[in-house]
């Protein structure tokens, strides 16, 4: 630390802009922070003298921090800022209402609704009246006129519940998003001095003077200027971009930067900006917090048009090229030329780059395939009833009643076909699900709120569901499968292996002392053992474990290390290698009062008893110490400790002599050799005693739990075993680091897949593992296609340097306690407290989720089909749907908002964890859904349809059918509307178990939502009934046709035991739907586009997928066009062409290639050659299997006759990648004939 020089000349430059009283503008320190190394070093010399001149004008002491008095840390609050960036502004429930309004289906229902207002208020002479056809006519009391606008207001109402429901829940999700950042924001902690004491304060409370304490995993949150700093190398790759360390020391580069990350090292800084003045808070104000996000956002816009539009411009122009270039591409890019690659090779280059790009979560990807698959489905459908209807209506009044069309007649004509139209947008309203987005939203809140409590943060929505499929989780041992409460058990000290702490008069006292020494020293000052918070309770351990245990030890042998840190504050430390991941060991030089030097190191035992060469003895002299006496102790001592599952830390010194001079102390290989052995410890970890169940239930749901540990592979393999990961008699492999990426590594040292998946299906525990070594195991654990479903895998971390694994994985855990900053930042989940059994709840969770989605489904699924067919029948037969459409308005409400509400909430039992996981490819619809969807909405479609058609006759009332245009609403429809809300109530139930369980009231009365959902709406249904009246159409019902809806309703609950007895199996015709977009399944020219998005969504894929298929068929015409010409003009090939199969599609047209006759160097076959002999009997009228081996080029036309095996497309390549035939031309013809010598193809050939 640089000495008190700081001279009284440099008080006369004071400025005459200070702030307060402070020495120092908030300007002067944000120029300052905008500085960097030697500039930097300069600017503070000038202005301030040195960094203690900084800290006396920022009146702050380096040693005692601020005074911590209130009133200084507002002024300093005042002056400088506060440190905490202000949030983007959320969204107003307005602004919120008006996206809900942005929907299509409900705009079009609302241009109906006015429309029908607008027409209600006219009324043609009623002389005219007759003429108007019968439909028109009828008894027309002045009142009824008068409720003809009804309709259309209650339209317009039903919309506005749909989209205030819609836009609450939207409020309320951002809300909880805003709760749980702030939440995840407080939680952070920082050490800073005050008052001489070292303390934990609140990121938001650090004001500027403040000195902060900073160590190895820190996310630095605020700017600083380093006041002392022990081997200091920060990450500022998150605001220069650059990934190289960066060492920090005051005499070169003091500038700490808010945002960076510390990896190496430890220190103390004094704060000099915070909040919105620190770098990362500029930035943030550079992005507008979130003001003026919208200029940038229409910026991108104009640059998507400019790119689309000179893609437009090549793709006229670069087609003929681009079929050239596929053909450099040595023919097998024939098909897979996206159509509208700018440059075809290097847009495959691009391709490979983009490709890992962040979906959506799984699941929103096959529910939006899924909404959109239905809503074309319920397009389609409502299209056709609008058309029927009109069609009979004009029929009829034109034709059969042979009626003229009136001028006064027109408005009433308009009329019914706006009812037509309002009954086909209905049909469109009920068949479009958008329950279900909502579904998910709700049912992801839900359980990230309920998560909480079993603590679990969740960062990001989709992990929730993430986890619930998981197949694999990575655990860390320390701290996650273990308590993290280190204590040394065992020693080996003096020459003796001691089992338990030995009394300290069994050790030379000179040897004891050097001991204590080592290790109040060479120990982190931030680590120290605390009193026990509560009496009679375990000290508690602050800092790192492992140091904390030393110390205990050093308490456990009746010696104090305060004394020794009291005496030797961390100032006097001469240097310090702090511990690293490729160091594993931590040293610390002492300067002693002779001018010699005195270096302590502690670390892992296999690793520091390879550089000592002496060993203190029982009488505490120093003997010499040879690879053999190693050898024997390793056996001796190590591996039995090790082999307990105890961690073994060696404690050495070494002394530097003054006579020889200063050591060259960045040749840390000279330094850290020629060591003196203390001793040898066995530390111990306890398991924490939840976990051997936790892993127990992991294994039953299917879920492979594997240990990467830093640990030795004896310790590691004892612990392993402590907790069930490994069972005896298993067949499974532990492997060290070293040893693993000897195995997955060829000979040119690059990471191989096909030897990743040798390894990782029997791999349990990875021991003595680098960060790297769990990045590459995760990473090939998730590309590895060993199994045919995809593995998803959890990965547990708490360093710094777990960061990488974490954010690879599908689903990263961080430690809430041990964890760093870096690791919080990377992670999806936060486990609040570290334990290991968190993680089973979350997977509970998240299963629970998928559950509830899936019964939402079958629920919702139901509904769709009845109510679309039952208003799509009844239109045709009886020119007026059924089911108005206020009711059908109200059904949807029932089934989209409050049934996703009730089951959406359903809470998880053990029972989810008894099946294997779904897999990512898992329909969401499974075949025993789909038995109860049909099963259900066959009963219900019977039922209406009796009712629809013979119900007057059964409840002896007058028939609702064909009814004039505005007649009152009759008791018969009424019952029809009623039986159908009834039975939905109670298929409600139904839904709520998918497995084909027997008893669908199980745990009912767990689900308070559920129950007053389901009898809230049986009340409002009623009250709609007995009151609604004009607007829902309805006519108060008799106490015996209410009870006869009901038991109708109840008939449900019946029917749905009698379908969950028919056995699935059976039942082969059932289809699964919903499925997720495998990648593969995405047409490379998408990728391109999807390149441009953030996220990749399945909606707009599906509507874009129509255009691109067109292109593509254009493109194909083309080629074959040429195709055509080629043939023409060699010999008149033309004939061979139109032979009638190879007419039957496009594709085999396609398939023949266009003949390039400049080219003839021989083809060289592709690896595909040789596995094609398994699938050669299923290609198309191919007898023979296809010879493989290439015919060596000869210049006899006889040689090159083409094998007379046919090669067609494979069926399953769906023609994309073209399959090389041995031919040598460079491409074979890929006919769907066969080339028989007398072919015309054949000519060619031979002619080439």
């Known amino acids: ?29 944000r120029s300052l922070m905008e500085l960097r190394g030697a500039e930097a070093i300069s600017k503070i010399g000038e202005t301030y003298g040195d960094i203690q001149g900084l800290c006396n004008r920022l009146k702050t002491s380096p040693i005692d921090g601020l005074s911590g008095q209130p009133a200084d840390i507002e002024k300093r609050k005042t002056v400088f800022g506060q440190n905490f960036i202000p949030p983007k502004k959320p969204k107003t429930f307005l602004q919120l209402v008006w996206e809900a309004l942005q929907d299509v289906t409900l705009i079009i229902l609302e241009v109906a609704a006015i429309v029908s207002l607008g027409l209600s208020f006219y009324k043609p002479p009623d002389a005219e009246r007759e003429h108007c056809g019968k439909a028109a006519g009828g008894v027309e009391d002045d009142n009824e006129a008068e409720a003809g606008w009804i309709e259309g207001a209650a339209i317009l109402l039903s919309v506005i519940c749909v989209v205030l429901v819609t836009a609450f829940n939207d409020w309320s999700k951002e809300k909880q998003f805003r709760g749980l950042q702030s939440r995840i924001e407080q939680e952070q902690k920082f050490t800073v001095v005050r008052g001489g004491q070292v303390i934990q304060i609140p990121v938001a409370e650090i004001v500027v003077g403040d000195i902060a304490q900073i160590k190895y995993g820190d996310l630095l949150p605020a700017d600083g200027v380093l006041i002392q700093g022990n081997d200091l190398k920060i990450d500022e790759s998150s605001l220069t971009g650059e990934s190289d360390h960066v060492k920090k020391t005051q005499e070169k580069d003091p500038m700490l930067l808010s945002g960076t990350h510390v990896m190496e090292g430890s220190g103390k800084m004094v704060v000099t900006a915070v909040g919105v003045n620190s770098q990362t808070g500029i930035i943030f104000t550079l992005l507008g917090g979130g003001e003026d996000d919208d200029d940038d956002e229409e910026e991108k816009k104009k640059e998507k048009e400019e790119k689309k539009k000179q893609r437009k411009n090549k793709k006229q122009d670069g087609s003929v090229e681009n079929r050239k270039k596929a053909k450099a591409q040595d023919g097998a890019a024939m098909e897979m030329q996206p159509l509208n690659s700018d440059e075809g090779a290097d847009a495959e280059e691009k391709k ?4 890992p790009k962040k979906e ?33 209506f004009v029929v009829d009044t034109f034709w059969i009643q042979n009626l003229p069309w009136v001028k006064d007649c027109t408005p009433i004509y308009i009329q019914f ?13 009920v068949a479009v699900p958008e329950g279900l987005p909502l579904a998910v939203t709700i049912s992801l ?25 998981a197949t694999a989780i990575c655990s860390d041992k320390t701290g996650t499968l273990t308590m993290n409460r280190m204590t040394v058990v065992q020693a080996y000290l003096a020459e003796k292996h001691y089992k338990k702490v030995p009394e300290p008069e069994n050790i030379p006292s000179s040897t004891l002392d050097i001991l204590i020494l080592g290790i109040a020293v060479n120990c982190a000052y931030t680590t120290k053992i605390m009193s026990p918070e509560k009496e009679g309770g375990l000290p508690r351990q602050v800092g790192n474990k492992t140091e904390c245990a030393l110390l205990g030890f050093s308490t456990d042998l009746k010696r104090d290390y305060q004394i020794i840190r009291n005496e030797i504050p961390e100032e006097k430390l001469y240097k310090v290698y702090t511990f690293n991941s490729v160091r594993k060991s931590m040293s610390t030089v002492l300067k002693m009062a002779d001018g010699s030097y005195r270096m302590f190191s502690k670390g892992a035992s296999e690793i520091l008893l390879k550089k000592c060469y002496k060993i203190l003895t029982a009488n505490g002299e120093s003997k010499v ?4 006496d190693r050898d024997d102790m390793v056996k001796k001592v190590i591996e039995p400790m090790a082999s307990e599952g105890l961690r073994t830390i060696c404690l050495a010194y070494r002394d530097f002599s003054a006579a020889d001079g200063e050591p060259d102390w960045d040749n840390e290989n000279d330094i850290l050799t020629g060591l003196t052995c203390i001793c040898v410890v066995g530390i111990e970890d306890p398991v924490r005693p939840e976990v051997p169940d936790a892993i127990r239930k992991c294994q039953r749901a299917g879920i492979t739990v594997r240990m990467v540990t830093g640990d030795n592979i004896n310790t590691a393999r004892a612990i392993a075993t402590k907790c069930g990961i490994l069972q005896p008699g298993d067949d499974f492999l532990c492997l060290e680091g070293k040893e693993f990426n000897r195995r997955i590594r060829n000979e040119k040292g690059e990471i191989e897949q096909e030897r990743i998946d040798k390894i990782w299906p029997k791999l349990r525990v990875l021991a003595r593992s680098s960060p790297t070594d769990k990045h590459t195991l995760v990473k090939g654990i998730i590309d590895s296609t060993v199994i045919e479903q995809r593995q998803v895998v959890a990965v547990t971390g708490d360093g710094t340097n777990d960061g990488p694994a974490l954010k690879k994985a599908d689903v990263g855990f961080a430690m809430g306690i041990a964890g760093t900053d870096v690791a919080k930042e990377a992670s999806d989940i936060i486990l609040t407290d570290d334990n290991f059994s968190s993680i089973v709840k979350a997977v509970m969770w998240g299963r629970n989720v998928y559950d509830s989605i899936s019964k939402f489904l079958q629920f919702q699924l139901t509904v769709n089909v009845v109510a679309v067919i039952v208003a799509f029948t009844g239109a045709c037969i009886t020119q007026d749907s059924p089911l108005k459409a206020v009711q059908m308005l109200w059904v949807n409400l029932i089934m989209d908002t409050f ?7 359903e809470p998880p039992t053990e029972a989810l964890l008894l099946r294997k996981p779904y897999g990512r490819n898992k329909p969401l619809i499974s075949r025993t859904m789909m038995k109860n969807i049909l099963g259900q909405g066959v009963y219900q479609l019977i039922i209406i349809f009796t009712l629809l058609f013979a119900g007057e006759k059964m409840f002896d009332i007058d028939s609702g059918r064909n009814a004039p245009l505005h007649a009152p609403p009759s008791e018969h429809y009424t019952i029809v509307f009623n039986t159908f809300v009834m039975m939905q109530l109670f298929n409600e139930i139904n839904a709520r178990k998918i497995h084909g369980e027997r008893n669908v009231f199980d745990g009912i009365f767990n689900n308070l939502i559920f129950c007053s959902i389901v009898f809230g709406t049986f009340i409002i249904q009623i009250v709609i009934v007995q009151f609604g009246g004009k607007p829902f159409s309805c006519v108060a019902l008799t106490i015996d046709q209410w009870l006869w809806c009901t038991f109708l309703g109840f008939g449900s609950l019946l029917w749905g035991q009698v379908i969950s007895s028919i056995p699935t199996s059976r039942l082969k015709f059932l289809k699964t739907a919903g499925h997720g977009t495998q990648k593969e399944e995405i047409p490379d020219e998408e990728l391109e586009e999807l390149e441009d998005m953030d996220e990749i969504d399945h909606a707009e894929r599906e509507l874009r997928r129509g255009q691109i298929l067109w292109f593509r068929g254009l493109n194909r015409i083309q080629t074959q066009i040429r195709v055509v010409n080629a043939f023409r003009s060699s010999i008149s090939l033309y004939e061979g062409l139109e032979k009638p199969e190879s007419r039957t599609s496009i594709h085999n047209f396609m398939t023949h290639p266009e003949f390039r006759i400049e080219d003839s160097e021989p083809h060289i076959p592709l690896i595909d050659d040789t596995d094609a002999e398994d699938d050669a009997p299923t290609k198309r009228n191919s007898a023979s299997p296809r010879n493989a081996t290439p015919t060596p080029p000869s210049p006899s036309p006889a040689t090159t006759a083409a094998p007379t095996t046919p090669v067609s497309p494979s069926p399953n390549q769906n023609n994309n990648a073209v399959e090389s035939s041995n031919h040598l031309l460079p491409e074979g013809p890929k006919s769907g004939n066969p080339s028989a010598p007398g072919s015309p193809l054949h000519s060619l050939e031979t002619s080439l």
Do not use: W
Not at 364 to 376: E, F, M, S, W, Y
Not at 417 to 429: E, P, Q, S, W
Not at 625 to 628: D, G, H, I, K, Q
């Open 1 to 29: 630390m640089a000495n008190n020089s700081y001279s009284g000349v440099k008080n006369s430059m004071v400025e005459a802009n200070h702030d307060g009283e402070f020495g120092c503008s908030l300007k002067e320190l």
């Open 445 to 469: 809140a839900y359980s990230v709120k309920k998560m909480m409590k079993d603590n679990n943060l969740v960062r990001h929505l989709d992990a929730c569901e993430t986890m619930g499929n």
């Open 352 to 355: 490979k780059a983009n490709l």
């Open 625 to 628: 110490f040879r690879p053999r």
């Open 899 to 905: 049934a996703s509400l009730a089951l959406a909430t």
């Open 417 to 429: 076909f706006v009812k037509f139209f309002i009954i086909g947008v209905t049909v469109l309203v």
């Open 360 to 392: 959506k979560s799984v699941l929103q990807g096959k529910l939006t395939k899924l909404a959109v698959q239905i809503g074309k489905a319920g397009l389609v459908m409502s299209a056709i009833t609008v058309i029927i209807l009109v069609v009979l």
